[in-house]
């Protein structure tokens, strides 16, 4: 296949016009595609007040109305035992744990992310100013804000108030972010009243992030735990100008995440160990994609970069792709749970396809559902709008 450089409109950013295009006989227009689904459903939310975890008691929770709480997925009482400790069913939801936060914070980095993309293939300021009203709410206004830490996020009933690995419940927010930067560089309508505001949130958050026990801990788990920890640590870092934090997260990813989580035929064991291999791998998968765009700047070569040993991000997704593209060739047990939910539009193929100049990933992710509701799907598939991660001012090789 004959390599073509086709521009590549990140300019798609200034207006309905531009697309994406592989070359003139093959147009990928991501234009066209994101608006038949992004504006409706933005237009929808336009009347959306905003709602913060402060507006939802949280019963259990050790602390105030503006903390972060949430409880452990796979912890249920224990039969033995009523009412003392929880005990794990990995891989097993417990549906009467407390998620009104999490649901919260998920609504939230659904609806900032579409209003923006909306606003970037319309320029209506409406979009615009309706998410800036949501950072307001969630970021700066002192009577709704959260505060900035996850210090009782993922607790245990009757073990503890919190645990680091609930650092993963913001991934919901690294669009949130992107928005925020997209916002900031364009001027966009609303949003220079509050900019200090959100910017400041996310600073805070990004230092808690970095230097709390709990963030630390997270930082240096081996699986898509410490995956989310990077890709939020350098989501934030890109908005607020840490650019001593961006280089770290370049070195942590080729040195410590890839060599220790991709096998040299693209497997990821750490994840294929779980009860939920097929959605574990898919996710952390995503993650890791998307921390290697967003970390070369999206020209893709951090997808593309070998290990020594020849260990690679774009290895894993040619691993993945076949099982995407047909799940019934998975040679793994199936998931325990939700099994029939995956895969939908995984930003791997995306950001992979780009990268690799791979048509083949790009025509797949584009067949797959870009908007999946059933509420678990949706928690693992946190990066929904392309158009927040596309530079107004690159190319792309495209094959």
């Not at 689904?37 to 929808?44: D, E, G, K, S, T």
């Not at 992030?209 to 350098?234: I, K, M, Y």
């Amino acid at each position: 296949m004959i390599a073509r450089r086709a521009l590549l409109a990140a300019a798609l950013l200034a207006g309905p016009a531009a697309a994406l295009a592989r070359s003139a006989e093959a147009p990928l227009d991501i234009g066209a595609i994101e608006r038949r689904r992004v504006l409706p459903r933005a237009a929808a939310l336009l009347s959306e007040a905003p709602r913060t975890i402060a507006a939802i008691p949280a019963p259990r929770s050790p602390a105030g109305p503006q903390v972060y709480y949430s409880e452990g997925d796979y912890w249920w009482p224990d039969p033995a035992h009523p009412g003392g400790p929880y005990v794990r069913r990995d891989g097993r939801s417990n549906p009467d744990k407390f998620d009104g936060h999490r649901d919260a914070l998920i609504a939230f980095g659904r609806t900032v992310p579409t209003l923006a993309a909306a606003w970037a293939l319309s320029g209506e300021a409406r979009f615009a100013e309706a998410a800036a009203r949501h950072m307001d709410a969630w970021f700066v206004d002192p009577a709704t804000r959260m505060n900035p830490n996850l210090d009782h996020a993922q607790a245990i009933i009757g073990v503890n108030g919190g645990r680091a690995i609930g650092v993963i419940d913001t991934l919901q927010i690294v669009e949130v972010a992107r928005a925020a930067t997209l916002f900031a560089t364009r001027g966009a309508p609303g949003y220079a009243r509050i900019r200090a505001g959100v910017e400041d949130w996310f600073a805070r958050y990004l230092d808690w992030l970095a230097t709390s026990p709990f963030g630390v801990e997270e930082r240096d788990q081996e699986n898509n735990h410490g995956s989310c920890w990077l890709l939020q640590a350098a989501a934030f870092a890109a908005l607020v100008g840490r650019g001593d934090v961006l280089a770290e997260a370049r070195d942590r990813l080729r040195t410590v995440l890839i060599p220790t989580q991709i096998a040299l035929d693209g497997r990821q064991p750490l994840e294929l160990a779980r009860t939920k291999p097929y959605a574990y791998s898919l996710f952390n998968l995503d993650v890791l994609a998307t921390t290697a765009w967003l970390l070369a700047g999206e020209s893709g070569e951090l997808i593309a970069w070998r290990t020594a040993d020849g260990r690679s991000i774009a290895g894993a997704i040619a691993f993945m792709a076949p099982f995407i593209a047909d799940k019934a060739r998975w040679p793994y047990p199936p998931d325990v749970e939700y099994f029939e939910g995956f895969p939908v539009r995984q930003p791997s193929l995306f950001f992979g396809g780009l990268a690799a100049g791979r048509d083949d990933w790009l025509d797949l992710w584009r067949r797959l559902d870009p908007d999946p509701a059933i509420g678990e799907v949706v928690r693992n598939f946190p990066v929904r709008q392309p158009l927040l991660w596309l530079a107004e001012d690159r190319d792309y090789i495209l094959n």
